[in-house]
């Protein structure tokens, strides 16, 4: 999904291109093209969102590395969910190691200064992971259902390499999903700007039609198709939630909810304004100076709040449960403090709430 890096430069460009070839067919030997002034500063709004950037990177780089410890140093075998809480922070911890170059990016102004290989090299990156991140939600509300109501009585065992082998396909689909947009990606020289930029450089007879059919590709498989599995899975499991105490209960259904809330909060303000781009596209929303500023704005505001699903993940599926809090404190506050004294003081502390830990081990999120 390249577009987190897209420069209205790179939008106009597009456009100004599908507009000669329009040209072309109908002999027009003279082409008026578009290039707008912006309403917004365009250096001063890349800037502010390089500084976003950055804290998603630092947050999110820190959660999905405790998650991964806690997943990986401490010997998880008590749910099997974890088994995809793994391969989400990985997902995501890969996403936001791309952010860097991203931001070098944009703070010249979206010149790219890595070259070709680079350029293809970080978007396959980003984009593999951050449709595996996806994919890897709605595969946890479906097992999550699942382990509850069909799966309860069956072998841990053979619900882990189930697990194992949908977690190997997920990573296949995302890689196929991002080959179209890569394979197009080259640094060209802009011809708005002084530099090279990287954007998809499609077939000129067919650029309109690669650029509909890639973002589509976004829409289906980034929301279209995981937000209904995602809501419709999580909505069942609120509805046969283990018996507990009406306060559990509520908890655990509060749980459920900001799932739901979270992905959509993240994802459908990207992929609406993705869509609206995609109308344009098809000719089926005039193209003027203010639908391209607000473009501009949009797509690379919503994509930004986006990818704050990587700071979100961590804390709502991988550091939620007690038993991750307590391992997370052990880590750091129990290695670390026995310099300065403070173990003594927290002991008490990490004790209750390993105890408490110890026997919250069963609920379905």
């Not at 590395?65 to 990986?72: E, G, H, N, Q, T």
């Not at 449709?131 to 069956?154: K, P």
Request: charged share 10%; hydrophobic share 50%; with cysteine.
């Amino acid at each position: 999904m390249s577009l987190s890096v897209s420069d209205l430069s790179q939008l106009v460009e597009l456009w100004e291109e599908l507009n000669l070839t329009a040209a072309d067919h109908m002999n027009v030997s003279r082409v008026e093209t578009l290039h707008c002034s912006g309403a917004v500063s365009h250096a001063s709004f890349l800037t502010v969102l390089s500084v976003f950037y950055i804290f998603i990177f630092l947050v999110g780089l820190g959660a999905t590395a405790a998650v991964i410890w806690v997943s990986v140093c401490c010997n998880r075998k008590y749910s099997g969910i974890h088994v995809y809480v793994l391969h989400l922070a990985v997902a995501d911890l890969c996403v936001v190691s791309t952010l860097p170059v991203w931001v070098a990016s944009l703070l010249q102004g979206g010149r790219w200064l890595f070259g070709d290989a680079v350029c293809k090299l970080t978007h396959l990156i980003f984009s593999v992971n951050l449709f595996s991140s996806i994919f890897f939600l709605v595969c946890m509300s479906v097992d999550r259902y699942l382990s509850v109501t069909q799966l309860a009585t069956a072998p841990h065992s053979q619900r882990k390499k189930v697990q194992q082998l949908i977690c190997i396909l997920m990573w296949l689909l995302a890689l196929v999903a991002s080959i179209p947009d890569t394979y197009f990606l080259q640094a060209v020289r802009s011809s708005h700007m002084d530099g090279i930029i990287c954007r998809p450089v499609f077939p000129p007879d067919r650029q309109r039609e690669w650029m509909v059919g890639v973002q589509l590709s976004f829409i289906i498989l980034g929301f279209a198709v995981p937000f209904p599995v995602i809501t419709f899975f999580y909505l069942r499991l609120a509805a046969v939630v283990p018996p507990g105490s009406d306060r559990e209960r509520q908890s655990a259904r509060r749980i459920i909810l900001s799932y739901i809330m979270v992905f959509v909060a993240c994802w459908l303000p990207f992929h609406a304004v993705l869509l609206l781009d995609t109308l344009s596209l098809l000719q089926l929303l005039p193209f003027s100076c203010r639908l391209e500023n607000f473009l501009f704005v949009s797509l690379q505001l919503t994509q930004c709040c986006s990818l704050v699903h990587c700071c979100c993940n961590p804390a709502l599926y991988g550091l939620l449960h007690r038993h991750d809090r307590y391992q997370v404190m052990k880590a750091v506050i129990f290695r670390y403090s026995t310099k300065t004294g403070l173990i003594r003081l927290i002991s008490p502390a990490l004790n209750s709430e390993s105890s408490t830990a110890l026997t919250d081990n069963s609920a379905p999120v």
